[in-house]
Every structure is written in C-alpha cells, then in structure tokens.
C-alpha cells in the first residue's frame, strides 16, 4: 500500500470515527447532528482535496522519473498556475532540457569519433569487459585480411593470426613493433579507457613498412652516391697514372717489361672489377620506375628456370611445377624487372639446396590475390640472420655483395606488390609474390 492510500485512509477513518461520535452524542438533537455530520463530511471532502494536491507535485515526480528512466527527455510538463507546483514544474523541465542538450552534444562526439575511427589510417581494436573484441575499423579488418564478422565477439588468442596472437600477450601500456613474415612492420601499442567507471583495453596498430623501408632505402642511397663519387674519382686517377706507367716499361729490361706489365695489368683489372662491382651497387639506387605491360607470369618463370638448366641438373635438383591453370596469369608488370626478380629467387634457392633437392613453383589464389610461391629444400634460414636478409651489403655467401634481395624488395615495392619469406632453420624456404 502506498504512502497516499494510507493517509487517505486515515483521513476517512478519523472523519468515520468523529461520525459516529456524533452520532451517539447528538442522536436526539437531530438539527444539530445533521449539521455536525455535514460539517465533517465537507471537512473529508477537503482534507481529500488537499492530500491529492499535495501529492500531485509526487505524482509528476514519479512520472518524470519514469521518462528519465526510459531516456525520454523530450516530454516536458505544462505548468498549473500553483506556485509550488509550477516551481518544481520549471527544475525539472530545465533539467530535461540540460540532459536532451547534453545528450545531443554526446552524440555528436560520439558521431565525430566514429568517422574519425572508420577513417582512420590507424588499425583500432577495442575490446568488451570480457576482453572480447568489440569494435573494429575497417584498416584493421584489411590489416588482417578479416572480416568484421569473424572477429567481433572473439578473443585475441582464439584468432589464428599472427598480430592477434601478439596483441593477445601484450601489457598495458605497452608498444611493440612487429615483423609479419612478408616483411610488412606493425607498431602495436595497447591502452586503456575508462566505461562506466570500469577499465577497457584497446589496440592500435599503425603501419611502419613503408616508412622504414623509405628510410632504409635514403640512407644507403646516400652512402652509394658518396661511395661511388669517391671511388670512381680515385680510380679513374689511379687507372690513368698505371696507363701512364706503361709508357716507360720500354726502359726496363726484356724480363722485367713482361713482369712489370703483368703487375699493371694486376692492379686495372681489380679497378675495373671495383668499378663494377659499385655499379652494381648504383643500378639499385637508380632503377627505373616500372613500365607496366600485361605480361605471363608463368612464361617469365620458365624463362628464369631455362637459364638455370644445366646447373640445376649438374646438381640433380628437381624442378616440381605446381601451377594452377585455371588462373589468369597474365599480369601488368614491367617485364624486364619482374624477370629480374625471378631470376634472382631461382638462385638463391639454387644455392640455398646445394646438391640434390627439389624446387617447387606454384601458383593459387589467397584472399581473391594471386600468388605464386618458390619453395626449396635447403637447410632454412637461421633466426639471426632472417632480419638482416633485406638490409643492403648484408650477405651470408663468401663473395656475396649483398644487393640481390635488397633489388627484389626495390622493384617489388616499385610495382606495389607484397611478398613474404617465410623460413626457419632445417625447414624449406618460400618466397611468395602477390600480385594485386
């Protein structure tokens, strides 16, 4: 029962009771009993009135209560022309409006960060308080080649990705960059905010490849511009002095005219294979951009295999085609950089393998891309060497120059295509190109 029914009902009771009183008292004196009993009634009626006035102003309290509970701050009241009434009327129609402006401007931040998450150039993932992931944008949906779908409501370590998997380990606060096996590099940083008074983690993931690869690739350009002016200046002055030498072999004698031209002959021929050797070095800092023309992958591939068929079998390495001819494998690429790049991976996986062992080439479709992989059975590629491959001058052969895989990573970023190594120690290596 509530607070008004049971002071109504006392004021019945106590105007009850008063009735029967008077009844008993002024039963014979009838005049003055009807007057009594019409004075209490008109005191029952009035004291009704002013209980339902006085708890009127509750009533709409109530009501406006249930409105704020229901998020409706859009009904105001009218006034009632009662000072008390319309003064609580008047606190609480501008309460109303202070929370319907209030809501407002939430939502319009709430709208300006969504377009800023959605178009953000930086991967976002937030997660629940059950540390599912909530909320994604759509950088981070082609970040990891996922759909939204498959990765709301899950948690970090039951997605089979490689930047889940490290997302899943990584500690408040702090940042990581990570190394996918196409060489791409995430800086992965993890945070918190505050929902509802509860802590909540959130991921960002923002691109560094390109970047560091531009970084990369002005600091050894520099170093092979200083390089090759140092060294072609003093060569080119060396070369012309021994040149010069040759003229006063004539005032030696017969058997030290042949020793000495021998000895000159020596010393150009290390300064032309200098000289070579940095223009190697140079023809990657200024390679062209590509001139792109549809072109046959697979034609290419045979091609670069053609050219290795008598090393490849006076080494007895088999060469195993895995191509899927259902593909479309014409390609706009530059055709002359493209089967550079080929020939520089057949090599290497030549040299990889050694004696005896299998080359594999196939071809497939991954996430709508084609792809085409060249895999060997060579001994894998030792962890601490595996950061270093794609750093120009780094080489693990004897007289290796270390520009092969620097040139492939330039033309294969010219033509904006993604590759991947992926190797591991006394396992094959493969090399895999997309082609967008």
Excluded at 132 to 146: C, G, Q, R, S, V
Excluded at 258 to 267: K, L, N, W
Aim: glycine share 4%; proline share 3%.
């Amino acid at each position: 029962m509530s607070l008004q029914s049971k002071i109504t009902g006392y004021w019945i009771l106590i105007h009850l009771i008063f009735g029967a009183v008077s009844f008993c008292f002024l039963s014979e004196n009838r005049l003055w009993l009807l007057l009594v009993e019409l004075f209490i009634a008109f005191s029952l009626l009035v004291a009704l009135r002013l209980a339902n006035q006085f708890y009127k102003p509750l009533r709409m309290l109530k009501e406006g209560i249930e409105l704020i509970k229901d998020s409706n701050f859009s009904t105001s009241f009218q006034f009632t022309r009662q000072p008390e009434v319309d003064n609580i009327i008047h606190i609480y129609n501008r309460m109303l409006y202070n929370l319907q402006q209030e809501r407002i401007r939430i939502q319009e931040k709430h709208y300006f960060l969504e377009k800023i998450i959605l178009s953000s150039p930086v991967g976002m993932i937030t997660l629940d308080f059950d540390d599912k992931i909530a909320l994604t944008n759509p950088y981070i949906e082609k970040m990891l080649e996922l759909s939204q779908a498959v990765l709301i409501g899950k948690k970090l370590q039951e997605i089979d990705h490689l930047i889940c998997q490290k997302l899943a380990v990584l500690e408040t606060g702090q940042s990581e960059v990570i190394t996918l096996p196409s060489r791409r590099k995430i800086r992965c940083t993890k945070s918190d905010f505050y929902d509802q008074g509860f802590p909540r983690q959130f991921f960002l993931l923002e691109e560094l490849t390109e970047d560091l690869r531009l970084s990369e690739k002005q600091a050894y350009e520099k170093m092979i511009r200083i390089l090759s002016h140092e060294v072609n200046n003093s060569i080119g002055a060396a070369n012309s002095l021994l040149h010069s030498c040759l003229a006063y072999k004539e005032q030696l004698t017969p058997h030290d005219q042949e020793d000495f031209e021998m000895a000159i002959g020596v010393v150009l021929s290390r300064t032309e294979h200098l000289i070579a050797f940095m223009r190697s070095y140079v023809n990657v800092v200024r390679l062209a951009d590509p001139k792109k023309q549809s072109s046959d992958i697979r034609q290419m591939l045979e091609n670069g295999i053609t050219l290795f068929k008598a090393e490849l079998q006076s080494r007895n390495i088999q060469v195993i085609w895995q191509m899927d001819d259902s593909l479309e494998m014409n390609v706009p690429v530059d055709r002359s950089q493209m089967e550079q790049v080929f020939v520089n991976i057949i090599k290497n996986a030549i040299e990889a393998i050694g004696e005896e062992g299998t080359l594999t080439i196939r071809s497939g479709k991954q996430q709508r891309r084609l792809y085409v992989s060249i895999e060997d059975t060579g001994n894998g590629i030792p962890q601490d060497v595996k950061g270093n491959l794609f750093t120009p001058f780094f080489s693990t052969k004897e007289n290796g120059q270390g520009i092969g895989l620097t040139l492939i990573q330039e033309i294969l970023s010219r033509h904006e295509f993604e590759f991947s190594l992926e190797s591991n120690p006394g396992k094959p290596t493969s090399f895999t190109i997309y082609f967008d």
